[in-house]
């Protein structure tokens, strides 16, 4: 990349921070609380790189091979699995992704168990619930998350650090609220319960369009590509 790229680069990336410190602070928290995620799916690894030499620490990418091949150039980086997985990539990403944010079936947290179990490693998950309804967004129902958490403890090898939530694709900034409203809603209802190797932690939701309105919400990981990537 050009200097005056890694420029463009940067100040992006510093806006982004001073518009999550100022949501964050909108919510009665602070911006460190919040993790910046950078969704480089659409770039190669030299701007990841720089990226990671700005202080972005956090990637998160949507396809296995790809996570894979850009964790092993920048091995430093945490990388977060955020897209879809199908159970036949699950061996690509346990013990290589350090969060796996779309555990959207009970099949699929059958399948991490079994892999990290193989690795002797506990798998780090977040759940991803379907709150906008859209019956072509993964997820699971919010009626069933009750369930799943119960449950959980079978599969021993797996933790449950949170949710996370997609609000619907048409919607931008303040009509995702309700969405990140609702998310922030079913995690306060489970905190305080306790469910074996489950612990809500983290909320992540919020994207380019959105990210603002989700910290102002609770969100304490946003996963944003284009905005910091264009
Ligand atoms: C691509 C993607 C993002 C980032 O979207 P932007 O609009 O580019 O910020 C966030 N989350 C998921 C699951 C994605 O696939």
Do not use: C
Request: charged content about 25%; overall charge neutral; proline content about 2%.
């Amino acid at each position: 990349m050009s200097y005056s790229q890694i420029e463009e680069l940067k100040s992006r990336i510093v806006e982004i921070q001073q518009k999550i410190d100022r949501a964050a602070r909108n919510g009665g928290r602070s911006g460190k609380d919040v993790t910046l995620i950078a969704v480089s799916k659409t770039v190669d690894i030299s701007q990841a790189q720089a990226a990671f030499d700005l202080g972005i620490h956090d990637f998160g990418e949507n396809r296995t091979q790809e996570l894979k091949s850009k964790q092993q150039a920048i091995p430093q980086a945490n990388w977060h699995m955020i897209g879809r997985l199908q159970t036949n990539k699950v061996k690509d990403i346990v013990g290589k992704a350090v969060l796996i944010h779309s555990l959207d079936s009970w099949h699929l947290a059958q399948e991490i168990n079994k892999r990290a179990q193989n690795l002797n490693i506990e798998m780090p998950v977040l759940l991803q619930v379907n709150i906008s309804g859209e019956t072509q967004k993964a997820g699971v129902d919010p009626a069933d998350v009750r369930g799943f958490l119960d449950s959980v403890g079978e599969l021993t090898a797996l933790r449950v650090k949170g949710f996370m939530t997609m609000a619907s694709l048409s919607s931008a900034g303040e009509e995702s609220r309700p969405v990140f409203a609702e998310l922030a809603a079913l995690r306060d209802k489970f905190k305080e319960k306790s469910f074996s190797q489950v612990e809500l932690k983290y909320l992540s939701m919020g994207m380019s369009q959105d990210y603002e309105v989700a910290v102002e919400e609770g969100a304490n990981m946003v996963r944003i590509g284009s905005a910091i990537f264009t």
